[in-house]
Nanobody, 125 residues
Framework: QLQLVESGGGLVQPGGSLRLSCAASGFTLDHHAIGWFRQAPGKEREGLSCIGPSGDSTNYADSVKGRFTISRDNAKNTAYLQMNSLKPEDTAVYYC??????????????????WGQGTQVTVSS
């Protein structure tokens, strides 16, 4: 079964950190760009970050720039989103997505090949 599985979400206090993982099964991520997105209740899905297939190119939304860091380990077939200085407005379901053979210039608009099921992140005291 070809799928992405996110993990690492949970409840964290404002100012805290979480690291989300996005693991692929049934295919390899080597030639895929990975995007991270989130969707809060009543809001549209928001593109957060993207990393190119080799890891050389990255892109960030202004809302997370300087706080979130995207990375990947192709040997582990996994991508990550390190989230620091979390705020209550970061509360959402977080999704990863993969698309074959593209970089990240226009990642928000891509028709991704694979999506994960999402992981809940709640930032609250």
């Amino acid at each position: 079964q070809l799928q992405l599985v996110e993990s690492g979400g949970g409840l964290v206090q404002p100012g805290g950190s979480l690291r989300l993982s996005c693991a692929a099964s049934g295919f390899t991520l080597d030639h895929h760009a990975i995007g991270w997105f989130r969707q809060a209740p009543g809001k549209e899905r928001e593109g957060l970050s993207c990393i190119g297939p080799s890891g050389d190119s990255t892109n960030y939304a202004d809302s997370v720039k300087g706080r979130f860091t995207i990375s990947r380990d192709n040997a582990k077939n996994t991508a990550y989103l390190q989230m620091n200085s979390l705020k209550p407005e970061d509360t959402a379901v977080y999704y990863c997505a993969a698309i074959f053979d593209l970089e990240c210039a226009d990642y928000v608009r891509y028709e991704y090949d694979y999506w994960g099921q999402g992981t809940q992140v709640t930032v609250s005291s």
